[in-house]
């Protein structure tokens, strides 16, 4: 993260001369990528970012698919669903499938309100905890349909008003939905169990793989992977 635009090109080469090293010893390799949704995003997470010459040469690429809503941020989820499927469309186009891990957050966010920009700052807090602090507050949990992402708002003993955006179980559906409905994740799996020089599974009738998300295939690709 952070590294300036100016060293775009000298972060691809280091990426791609420790690709070498790492292979020549037998081991992978990953590299975590800023969320964009455009090569020529503006930004100092993302300009230096150079999607497709990252990927080239190695193994994995971690998509860091959170972080709209932040600690110096106003509030809003984490990971809205709207805003990661622009980014995974946008890796797709630059990136293997194959390659391509989605990262998702396992936290939330508290922040006291009214937002002030350069003096709130939200409190870093854990799903269950969020749960929690809704329950002690008889707060109603929400669930924002365009974000996918529950919330929820509190008033403590004092009078200060909270706003909570986490994650749950349904907003975890959500990006799992979005990794499968793309082909991000069976590719590997079956390149992998074919590397380790399998042929078959130890019993057929307790293994199932649903080979594409989407009925009908969403494309050629998607549907040449079935056969």
Avoid at 4 to 23: I, K
């Amino acid at each position: 993260e952070f590294v300036l635009p100016q060293d775009r090109e000298v972060f691809a080469t280091f990426t791609r001369e420790a690709a070498e090293a790492v292979h020549a010893e037998g081991l992978l390799i990953s590299v975590d990528l800023a969320p964009k949704v455009s090569a020529d995003q503006r930004g100092v997470l993302y300009e230096a970012h150079d999607y497709a010459a990252l990927a080239e040469p190695v193994d994995r690429v971690l998509l860091m698919a959170y972080e709209w809503g932040y600690k110096f941020g106003p509030p809003r989820a984490v990971a809205p669903i709207d805003q990661v499927r622009r980014v995974v469309e946008y890796a797709l186009t630059e990136i293997p499938a194959e390659k391509i891990w989605l990262g998702v957050p396992n936290y939330g966010y508290d922040w006291p309100e009214p937002y002030r920009q350069g003096r709130t700052v939200a409190r870093t807090i854990g799903n269950v905890e969020a749960v929690t602090i809704a329950w002690d507050n008889k707060a109603e949990i929400f669930y924002d349909d365009v974000a996918q992402s529950p919330y929820f708002v509190y008033t403590t003993p004092r009078g200060v008003v909270h706003r909570v955006w986490f994650e749950d179980l349904r907003s975890w559906q959500a990006k799992l939905d979005l990794v499968l409905g793309n082909d991000i994740t069976s590719p590997v799996a079956i390149r992998e169990f074919e590397k380790e020089g399998f042929t078959g599974v130890f019993d057929k009738s307790k293994i199932s793989m649903v080979m594409d998300h989407f009925t009908p295939n969403k494309d050629i690709k998607a549907a040449t992977q079935c056969k």
